[in-house]
């Protein structure tokens, strides 16, 4: 799943743009159309694979923001190596990743890279065993990542708390007497 | 025996500085944001109206909007019924977050899209005052291209995983507003306190 995941995140990143400039535009049909490409379902044994709709939902964010539509030619391409990466899954006959061999996977993150470089980007695997397409500024475009995050404290009150901590482990010393400070 | 007896006796003592523990332990592979964070909020004001459609003075043609870039600092959310009043960052990594605001989920749509709005912030900043909201109570969400109002429909605690918490698949404007719950709690947690607002009023962006 997450490769999956990685997949889309790496088509789309290769469909965006390099310009940072925030765009002034809606997504073109054309680019409508290649992000139903990567909505499709591909049929293996253990039922069906289909690309998360929130990571679908970041690249189409991304391609918005983009200053300047997607040329024909870089859809082009970027439509050829998805449609690769999903013969690739279809090889491989599974949805589940984790029975993916090494050989799917690079062959998969090879066909996400190259869609990547179509708009001077490129993916690489993550910690988390997914893909991270990134801009030519190194910049995290599209990543695997749960929708529901940690909005604990922040690390301004993690650091008062052990100051807190520190400062209360302090008075029971003294207050024990097993420390003496005069 | 003992040592479990005072566990259960003191764990709500405890769990403040457990949860101290779990933040330090947690996975720091955090997606980067660039550094230079874009600030494209202006405002909205009559006058700077976009473009609407010749139909309806409501839709407003979506060529003519900035779409923002992942991180930028893009609107303004306020809850008028606790006065509360912070920055909309379009990204909700920790280094969003602690940028004092509040963070958008970056695979949820910005509003006027009619699809659903996800976003979160800490609950010891500003989203601690997601615990003074009633059902019935508006939220308001400023752009630069209009200002649209939610009205709170539910405020629930969920588990962080639970995966009904947000659809946001829906075709539907749903502003979903999330911090970390219990609101005391230092730290991880792994519950979430959600707050489900409807559009009640804004503009409609033809895309």
Redesign the interface.
């Known amino acids: 799943m997450k490769k999956l995941m990685a997949l889309v995140l790496a088509v789309m990143l290769v469909v965006a743009v390099l310009p940072?400039c925030?765009?002034?535009?809606?997504?073109t049909a054309e680019e409508k159309a290649l992000f139903d490409t990567l909505k499709e379902h591909v049929a293996v044994k253990d039922g069906e694979f289909v690309i998360p709709?929130?990571?679908i939902?970041?690249g189409e964010?991304?391609v918005?923001?983009l200053q300047n539509p997607l040329t024909p030619d870089q859809i082009s391409k970027i439509k050829a190596e998805v449609q690769a990466a999903q013969a690739e899954v279809k090889k491989a006959n599974t949805g589940v990743v984790s029975n993916w061999s090494e050989s799917t996977r690079n062959a998969i993150l090879n066909h996400i890279d190259n869609a990547a470089e179509a708009i001077n980007c490129n993916a690489t695997a993550?910690?988390?065993g997914g893909i991270?397409v990134?801009d030519a500024?190194?910049?995290?475009?599209v990543?695997n990542?749960k929708?529901?995050?940690?909005?604990?404290?922040?690390?301004e009150?993690?650091a008062i708390?052990?100051i807190c901590?520190l400062s209360a482990l302090c008075a029971c010393a003294f207050v024990s007497k097993k420390v003496r400070l005069f | 025996m003992m040592i479990f007896f005072l566990y259960l006796v003191l764990g709500k003592t405890l769990s403040p500085y457990l949860g101290i523990i779990n933040l330090l332990l947690k996975d720091q592979n955090q997606t980067e944001v660039p550094q230079e964070y874009e600030n494209i909020f202006e405002g909205y004001e009559k006058e700077d109206e976009p473009e609407t459609t010749a139909e309806n003075e409501n839709v407003i043609d979506g060529n003519s909007i900035v779409f923002p870039k992942r991180g930028a600092l893009y609107a303004r959310l306020s809850l008028p019924s606790v006065g509360m009043e912070t920055d909309v960052y379009f990204d909700d990594s920790d280094a969003a977050l602690n940028r004092g605001g509040v963070g958008q989920s970056y695979s949820s749509k910005i509003p006027g899209y009619g699809k659903p709005i996800l976003i979160s912030g800490h609950n010891n900043g500003k989203f601690n005052a997601l615990q003074h909201l009633k059902v019935g109570d508006l939220v308001v969400i400023t752009t630069n291209y209009g200002i649209f109002e939610y009205q709170v429909r539910e405020c629930v605690v969920k588990d962080k995983d639970d995966p009904t918490a947000a659809n946001l698949q829906q075709e539907k404007e749903e502003l979903i507003l999330y911090t970390c719950y219990p609101f005391s709690m230092l730290g991880l947690t792994r519950q979430r306190y959600f707050v489900y607002a409807d559009k009640v009023s804004g503009p409609v962006v033809l895309h």
């Not at chain 1, 925030?22 to 997504?27: D, E, F, I, M, Y």
């Not at chain 1, 500024?137 to 475009?141: K, L, P, Q, S």
């Open positions: 940072m925030v765009s002034a535009r809606t997504l709709a929130d990571v939902a970041q964010n991304y918005a923001s993550n910690a988390k991270d990134k500024t190194g910049a995290t475009i990543t990542d929708l529901i995050k940690t909005t604990g404290f922040g690390a009150s993690v708390a052990g901590i």
